[in-house]
């Protein structure tokens, strides 16, 4: 779609939503018959879902099942 300057100040809300519900693909701002401006729909960048390769296989981590003096031993030895 091509509109000039005028209709674009004027309609810029509906030009928005037109791209939005995807009525339009992109719109065109002319200025004098000359397009000088391009809008468009950003596409929303999908979420990467990191997988691991135990993923699923592990079962989850309480970590309330550790109490300090465990983990201190782990790192320090059973003698400090």
């Known amino acids: ?3 000039n300057i005028y209709e674009a100040k004027a309609n810029l809300s509906r030009l ?3 791209l939005i519900d995807e009525k339009e693909d992109e719109v065109i701002i002319c ?3 000359t397009p000088v401006v391009q809008m468009s729909r950003i596409q929303p960048k999908k979420k990467s879902r ?7 296989k592990l079962p ?3 970590l309330d ?3 300090s003096v465990d983990v201190e031993e782990l790192f320090y030895g059973k003698d400090n």
């Open 65 to 67: 099942l550790f109490n």
């Open 16 to 18: 928005i939503q037109a």
């Open 1 to 3: 779609m091509e509109v």
């Open 31 to 33: 200025k004098n018959g």
């Open 60 to 62: 989850d981590l309480d």
């Open 50 to 56: 990191r997988i691991g390769i135990a993923e699923g």
